[in-house]
């Protein structure tokens, strides 16, 4: 059986795959770097938003 991969992701799993805190990861959402919404009481992160996060922070540095 194949696993399909995620289409949103929860603030821990964003800080596993970036690599930061629990509060840069709000800071980012705050400042409207990091795409989100709620579901429920769960804030999640679309992996899109992620890509593109990363993509506007290696743009930055070239």
Known sequence: ???VAPVVLKVPEVM???GMSRGK???LIRAR???SFTE???RRI???A???YVQSK???AA
Do not use: N, W
């Open 1 to 3: 059986m194949s696993r």
């Open 16 to 18: 596993a795959v970036l």
């Open 25 to 27: 990861v709000y800071d």
């Open 33 to 35: 770097k990091l795409k």
């Open 40 to 42: 429920g009481r769960s």
């Open 46 to 48: 679309p992996l899109t």
């Open 50 to 52: 992620v890509h593109e």
């Open 58 to 60: 290696m743009e930055e």
